[in-house]
């Protein structure tokens, strides 16, 4: 009886292991595993630029009968080749750039040199460094905004106990885009500085210490060693950020309007004005699709520049 149940069990046991098994080629399964990614990143950022370069080829008709959308080719394009306003927000936006990205990646590079060693003190310096990146961008506009106002603002309470006198900062055209580079860089610093402090520390220490051995001082060693070996990390910062910088939008919102005199009142601004202050949303599609367009191009031209072997 016992041997029956055994040879039962045997025989069930057998037929359980000889499950029947799928041959997948395992050249596709690492894109199995992607597919969920690839799905939502299509799905959030690939679709909706898709949908926006196709509503910015159509107008909006309206009349007793309601909206209606025509198709008109590259009539929006042409209008804003004729529009003021969008020459003007398109210099803001080069002018902005053209200071803020150097700034930022500058400093953060400088910083990130300066408390890589593993030392107490520098232990302390990081950590006061990387407060910034503690409150949001919107908050941190709002500080800066009770900071630099005209009349109670600490800074210029500052300045006034220097003697000097108060300046109007955001309510001035020619000084409200430097407050918004300003409170952008404090934003931005802190969190590029990370990116370089992992370069460096990918960089070995026999390397300086060959250097060192063979008289180099340390401005040589910075750049025969340590900027040609952060050359991916430079990269990959200087893309990010002029990514992020080109579709800066709450510094501008919070403290400034696009103002004064439209002195800040870069594309992302100008583009969110038209969609939601003037409901004109196929002039807000095809500033989009115009800044996005700007974008991949100087993208384009930063990798091969940065691209090249040597610097």
Not at 7 to 16: A, H, L, P, S
Not at 205 to 218: F, H, T, V, W
């Amino acid at each position: 009886m016992k041997l029956n149940n055994l040879r039962g069990y045997k025989d069930i046991v057998g037929t359980i292991t000889h499950v029947p098994t799928i041959s997948i080629s395992r050249k596709i399964i690492p894109y199995l595993f992607l597919l969920p990614s690839l799905l939502g990143l299509f799905l959030f950022r690939f679709y909706p630029i898709i949908l926006n370069f196709y509503g910015s080829l159509y107008y909006t008709s309206y009349s007793s009968q309601g909206e209606t959308s025509i198709f008109s080719g590259l009539s929006n394009y042409i209008n804003l080749y004729y529009d003021s306003v969008f020459w003007n927000s398109l210099k803001v936006t080069f002018i902005l750039n053209l200071f803020i990205n150097p700034i930022q990646i500058t400093i953060a590079l400088i910083v990130a040199l300066l408390i890589k060693k593993d030392t107490l003190f520098n232990r302390i310096s990081r950590t006061l460094f990387l407060i910034p990146l503690g409150i949001s961008i919107a908050i941190s506009s709002s500080i800066w905004k009770i900071l630099l106002n005209q009349t109670y603002g600490l800074i210029n309470g500052i300045l006034e106990f220097l003697s000097i006198p108060p300046q109007p900062f955001l309510t001035s055209s020619n000084q409200a885009i430097w407050c918004i580079v300003l409170v952008a860089s404090w934003c931005g610093i802190s969190y590029w500085m990370i990116f370089f402090l992992v370069g460096l520390q990918e960089i070995p220490n026999e390397l300086y210490e060959s250097a060192k051995i063979d008289g180099s001082n340390n401005w040589n060693t910075f750049w025969k060693i340590t900027l040609p070996l952060l050359k991916r990390t430079i990269l990959f910062v200087t893309v990010a950020d002029t990514s992020a910088n080109f579709l800066l939008f709450v510094p501008m919102y919070m403290l400034t309007k696009g103002g004064p005199n439209m002195s800040t009142d870069t594309l992302m601004y100008e583009a969110y004005s038209s969609a939601f202050i003037y409901s004109d949303f196929r002039r807000a599609l095809t500033l989009s699709s115009v800044l996005l367009i700007i974008l991949l191009i100087v993208i384009f031209f930063e990798f091969k520049m940065l691209s090249k072997e040597d610097y």
